[in-house]
């Protein structure tokens, strides 16, 4: 019988190593963009007294994860893709960090927090749980996932579902 870990901290930690996203506790600055979060060199690194909000770690994997993988191990502190690599921006970080939080079985609040996402987190909630995935399709494009008619002719499961987790082109 597979367990889940009992706290979302826990759970999502687990999930992101057996992924390929190296997680683990450690020092992170006070002046660090997120709580107790920060990205070093293509994985993350959280402080669990500092963190607020453990699906920040999804969101900033999000980022690690639709870069592409000769970006990522490169990536380190506020991560910022340049703005001509094709469907790894902040929407499609946030596209997959749901995907990861519905294959967690998670609360979209863990995700979708009161101190995140520019006070527009029950909005976001609302459109993700409505069936509108802004980013969805920015994920397919870099086969991460499948969408619409895409979907359909191949009985692939479609988004939020994941063919895979991390962007290999």
Do not use: K
């Not at 592409?68 to 499609?92: C, K, N, T």
């Amino acid at each position: 019988m597979n367990v889940l870990p009992d706290t979302p901290l826990e759970r999502i930690v687990a999930f992101l190593n057996g992924i390929g996203i190296d997680t683990r506790e450690g020092e992170v600055p006070a002046d660090a963009f997120l709580p107790g979060v920060r990205v070093h060199e293509g994985g993350l690194i959280f402080d669990r007294a500092a963190l607020r909000w453990p699906g920040d770690l999804l969101h900033e994997a999000g980022h690690l994860a639709v870069a592409p993988p000769d970006l990522r191990a490169q990536l380190s502190g506020d991560v910022e893709l340049p703005a001509d690599i094709p469907h790894a921006s902040e929407i499609e970080a946030t596209a997959w960090a749901w995907a990861a939080l519905c294959h967690l079985r998670l609360a979209p609040s863990v995700l979708f927090h009161e101190g995140g996402y520019h006070g527009r987190s029950q909005g976001l909630i609302q459109t993700f749980l409505l069936g509108v995935y802004p980013g969805a399709f920015g994920l397919a494009q870099i086969g991460l996932t499948h969408v619409g008619a895409a979907a359909a002719p191949n009985d692939a499961p479609a988004y939020p579902h994941m063919t895979q987790w991390l962007r290999s082109r």
